[in-house]
């Protein structure tokens, strides 16, 4: 890899996050290398698959790391920690071998002490693995932007498929919102050291806090669909996704994933990205957000 001041280095570059965050960078002078499981031939990507030993000499020249990459395809928990967790670790530490400035890893409200999902405590180790190689921690709830994608957008392909929309009750599924273009703003601020280094996650999102219930009629609103709710038990739900996961039928949404959309951190701290003099914008859809949807 060619020396270059601005070569960032970014994971799970093919996820929604990742595809946001590659663009934010590329507008602000970065050069992004992609690292994911399946490059297209002449695009530039390198193959990059957690779990695997990662040769330091790959990132040589590189001032920047941004680990997005999370895979979803273990279920159980030791599968999981060998693959995200072990692999992650593997990622850090050759990148701290290689010199690399400036890290970043991408983590999620669902990681707190005393989480319940897999995911949720999979990111928190990850997290202890990134803060012992000097990296920036960050938490970013809900993400949405101009073209929504990720857990977003399975929301708003929700609401534009059915009249009728299933909502949970019985748990906890207050989100935090976050505009891709402020978390991009966040990480770029980051990997040009504008923040000092941090002991602690830096927390980012508006601080108001909506019910899954609430964003959903948002969302049909924009759209200018009139829809009806029907309430039903979150563990039926949750049972239901177990089920079809036993028997091998691979689901939109995991079992794991509607724990983390249920058990998130009642209280998550704004306080570190306040003290950066860092805030978000109000959840807000604007003309056309809803009429492309990443996959």
Request: net charge positive; glycine share 12%; with cysteine.
């Amino acid at each position: 890899m060619a020396l270059d001041t601005k070569i960032c280095v970014l994971t799970g570059a093919n996820g929604f996050v990742g595809s946001q965050l590659r663009r934010h960078l590329e507008r602000e002078g970065w050069r992004v290398i992609a690292w994911t499981r399946q490059p297209a031939p002449g695009s530039g990507a390198a193959a990059f698959r957690l779990g695997q030993e990662v040769d330091p000499g790959l990132l040589k020249g590189a001032r920047a790391l941004v680990h997005c990459a999370y895979d979803f395809g273990p279920r159980r928990w030791g599968d999981i920690a060998a693959t995200n967790v072990t692999g992650s670790q593997k990622l850090l530490e050759a990148a701290r071998k290689a010199g690399v400035e400036s890290i970043v890893f991408i983590s999620s409200l669902s990681a707190f002490a005393g989480c319940r999902s897999l995911y949720g405590k999979a990111k928190l180790e990850i997290e202890s693995a990134a803060q012992s190689v000097g990296a920036y921690v960050i938490r970013p709830g809900l993400v949405y932007g101009d073209s929504p994608g990720g857990m977003f957008g399975r929301l708003v392909r929700q609401v534009r498929s059915s009249r009728f929309i299933p909502i949970m009750r019985g748990g906890q599924q207050g989100q935090y919102l976050l505009h891709a273009e402020d978390l991009g703003n966040l990480i770029r601020a980051c990997l040009d050291g504008q923040f000092p280094k941090r002991a602690e996650p830096i927390t980012i999102a508006h601080e108001q806090r909506w019910e899954l219930k609430e964003i959903l009629g948002h969302i049909a609103g924009a759209m200018g669909k009139r829809v009806s709710f029907v309430p039903m038990p979150w563990w039926c739900v949750w049972l239901a996704l177990k089920s079809l996961e036993l028997a091998g039928v691979q689901t939109n949404l995991r079992s794991d994933s509607l724990i983390s959309m249920v058990y998130q951190d009642p209280c998550p701290a704004f306080a570190s990205a306040k003290t950066l003099g860092f805030g978000c914008r109000p959840f807000k859809l604007g003309p056309g957000i809803l009429f492309l949807v990443d996959a």
